[in-house]
Nanobody
Framework: VQLQASGGGLVQAGGSLRLACAASGFRFDLYGMGWFRQDPGKERAFVAVISASGTSTDYADSVKGRFTISRDNSLNTVYLQMNTLKPEDTATYFC?????????????????WGQGTLVTVSS
């Protein structure tokens, strides 16, 4: 199982970025996928999750209305469109494969973390 996140970078507050996570080594269309973010010295925090079919999504309250998770099962890729970015969105963003679905998902519900992509939002 491999997950390769990309698309991070430096952006001004109010700007947008689109992250992508390319998956390989497993049946991508059978698994929900999620995005988490982490600041140095802090725990990894849930951002968004999407079901295997793409019909169901969930978001952390801090990103609702600004971020959109989507997937293309034909490309084995999950995306995170981030709009109206804020300095507090600065973090390394990770994608992961969901092992179990529940409300208030946490890192323990996911595995196969990618290497992460750094997002820096300047004020």
């Amino acid at each position: 199982v491999q997950l390769q996140a990309s698309g991070g970078g430096l952006v001004q507050a109010g700007g947008s970025l689109r992250l992508a996570c390319a998956a390989s080594g497993f049946r991508f269309d059978l698994y929900g996928m999620g995005w988490f973010r982490q600041d140095p010295g802090k725990e990894r925090a849930f951002v968004a999750v999407i079901s295997a079919s793409g019909t169901s999504t969930d978001y952390a309250d801090s990103v609702k209305g600004r971020f959109t998770i989507s997937r293309d099962n034909s490309l084995n890729t999950v995306y995170l469109q981030m709009n109206t970015l804020k300095p507090e969105d600065t973090a390394t963003y990770f994608c992961a494969r969901r092992l179990r679905a529940r409300s208030n998902p946490g890192p323990g519900d996911f595995d196969s973390w990618g290497q992460g992509t750094l997002v820096t939002v300047s004020s």
